[in-house]
């Protein structure tokens, strides 16, 4: 089955934008992911808004040759993925939410 894209107008031109761009419209997605828990299908689709927008993140540094930022991106994507699947890592959503604010401060 082929994945629906949700952001079908940032979808090509994603790669044109700076990663701290990048990175603040994921906070935006994750901090929605946070405020919905209680409404499954707002919590859905902010959940699946926001892996969408880090798997086009993660595949715009790759076509950049940006690897070095590969591996934080990566490990932000799982440590989001991982808070709602039993937060194995015991992650806190206010310092998980701090982390994407200061993307939003540089812009």
């Given at each position: 089955m082929d994945q629906i894209i949700q952001h079908q107008n940032l979808y090509h031109d994603w790669k044109n934008h700076s990663l701290p761009?990048?990175?603040a419209n994921i906070g935006s997605e994750v901090s929605r992911s946070f405020k919905?828990?209680?409404?499954p299908s707002r919590f859905q689709g902010a959940f699946n808004r926001a892996l969408e927008l880090f798997d086009f993140t993660i595949n715009s540094e790759v076509e950049?040759?940006?690897t070095g930022s590969l591996r934080e991106?990566?490990?932000a994507r799982e440590e989001f993925c991982d808070y709602f699947n039993g937060n194995s890592f015991h992650s806190d959503p206010a310092k998980i939410q701090l982390y994407y604010d200061q993307f939003a401060t540089v812009l």
């Open positions: 761009y990048q990175m919905n828990q209680n409404n950049k040759g940006h991106i990566c490990r």
